[in-house]
T-cell receptor, first 114, second 114 residues
Framework: AQSVAQPEDQVNVAEGNPLTVKCTYS??????LFWYVQYPNRGLQFLLK??????LVKGSYGFEAEFNKSQTSFHLKKPSALVSDSALYFC????????????FGGGTRVLVKP | GAVVSQHPSRVICKSGTSVKIECRSL??????MFWYRQFPKKSLMLMAT?????????EQGVEKDKFLINHASLTLSTLTVTSAHPEDSSFYIC??????????FGPGTRLTVT
């Protein structure tokens, strides 16, 4: 079975500081990894994905994530956070050997303070 | 490309009535659609997976007679909440896949049962 863990319910950061949102995963096959952001009463917006290739993935709005196979992690990062980055962030994994279901982490709320 | 819409965005219904939520892929053909439920400040829970022209596959614990899913065409899936009760109040999100590794999410539907 596939699973995703986001160990932090909330991350607080000052505007302009680096932002990191942690994610670890467990799959039996090759992982397809995704990050989404959700604003209040909205659906999910795609940020970035890792399927194969370079471990450092660059995505929308200045976000990037690093795939670390040995640590089974896919942490989301942004060098300089904006107040508008305050939202709910979800990491998700699809097991390449187990169909096309996505399993989501519990979500991490990011609060960027001015 | 890859836009998914949901209708309605918000619905309020009385206890005991049924309500239908539509999910449409606007610019692509969706071989598979997914329905999720999200409780406040919680992650997304997959309810069911539907393929065009075949019966939906429900996740464990999801009542198929209560949450009727119809995937009538390659661009439309509907979720009908039958005999709704206040505990069915939630945020329902659909996603669509065109056969690759990605899911494209709709904006969500807020259901309130009074």
């Amino acid at each position: 079975a596939q699973s995703v863990a986001q160990p932090e319910d909330q991350v607080n950061v000052a505007e302009g500081n680096p932002l990191t949102v942690k994610c670890t995963y467990s799959v039996s096959g090759n992982p397809y990894l995704f990050w989404y952001v959700q604003y209040p009463n909205r659906g999910l917006q795609f940020l970035l994905k890792y399927i194969t290739g370079d471990n450092l993935v660059k995505g929308s709005y200045g976000f990037e994530a690093e795939f670390n196979k040995s640590q089974t992690s896919f942490h989301l990062k942004k060098p300089s956070a904006l107040v508008s980055d305050s939202a709910l962030y979800f990491c998700a994994v699809r097991d390449g050997a187990a169909g096309n279901k996505l399993t989501f982490g519990g979500g991490t709320r990011v609060l960027v303070k001015p | 490309g890859a836009v998914v819409s949901q209708h309605p965005s918000r619905v309020i219904c009385k206890s005991g009535t049924s309500v239908k939520i539509e999910c449409r892929s606007l610019d692509f053909q969706a071989t598979t659609m997914f329905w999720y439920r999200q409780f406040p400040k919680k992650s997304l829970m997959l309810m069911a997976t539907s393929n065009e022209g075949s019966k939906a596959t429900y996740e464990q614990g999801v009542e198929k007679d209560k949450f009727l899913i119809n995937h009538a065409s390659l661009t439309l899936s509907t979720l009908t909440v039958t005999s709704a009760h206040p505990e069915d109040s939630s945020f329902y999100i659909c996603s669509a896949s065109r056969g690759d590794y990605e899911q494209y999410f709709g904006p969500g539907t807020r259901l309130t049962v009074t």
